[in-house]
T-cell receptor
């Protein structure tokens, strides 16, 4: 039972363009969502998060959008840089279960110079 | 300030054996969560320890067990290893029960079960 899904295994983007990574979830109890970035041989690194009371959160080049009715979130990276090439995971948690995250399968982002 | 460290980095075991993986949490953190990441999948929550007590468990059998020590370092023990236990095991530390963004992950231990 995959409660958090990232349906695109990979995404290739040109440097300077926008990268859009998508994530869908099925559990309506999820109320906190996060994006992590992972480089090879390293642990995931927190990128940005959003609470279910918001529909958008920005941090520099990174913006996360949440559509609760569609149970969908997306991460926009503008402009994309070669250093952004990594595996991106979306994750979700329920209320007081902070720290007990349910992850998607990940999307490999490649940004070409 | 040291980050989260895990040992060993790689490990090969045979089916039926037992394994212990170790995690040193970041300085000042009192919560450790363990995750299993199978190849091509996202991390799956195994369990969390807060102040030496188990504080939530994912959908893993009892042969997955853990400990947290007074210095808040932690161990993950897996008994009766199965081939499907081959995975990257990640630990993450945080202060308190932690919002997601305050979790800091270690580099992981890659376990291969033959």
């Amino acid at each position: 039972d995959q409660q958090v899904k990232q349906n695109s295994p990979s995404l290739s983007v040109q440097e300077g363009r926008i990268s859009i990574l998508n994530c869908d979830y099925t559990n309506s109890m999820f109320d906190y969502f996060l994006w992590y970035k992972k480089y090879p041989a390293e642990g995931p690194t927190f990128l940005i998060s959003i609470s279910s009371i918001k529909d958008k959160n920005e941090d520099g080049r990174f913006t996360v959008f949440l559509n609760k009715s569609a149970k969908h979130l997306s991460l926009h990276i503008v402009p994309s840089q070669p250093g952004d090439s990594a595996v991106y995971f979306c994750a979700a948690s329920v209320g007081t279960s902070y720290g007990k995250l349910t992850f998607g399968q990940g999307t490999i982002l490649t940004v070409h110079p | 300030e040291t980050g989260v460290t895990q040992s060993p980095t790689h490990l090969i075991k045979t089916r039926g054996q037992q394994v212990t993986l170790r995690c040193s949490s970041q300085s000042g953190h009192n919560t450790v969560s363990w995750y299993q990441q199978a190849l091509g999948q996202g991390p799956q929550f195994i369990f969390q320890y807060y102040r030496e007590e188990e504080n939530g468990r994912g959908n893993f059998p009892p042969r997955f067990s853990g400990l947290q020590f007074p210095n808040y370092s932690s161990e993950l023990n897996v008994n009766a290893l199965e081939l499907d236990d081959s995975a990257l095991y990640l630990c993450a530390s945080s202060f308190g029960q932690g919002l997601g963004e305050t979790q800091y992950f270690g580099p992981g231990t890659r376990l291969l079960v033959l």
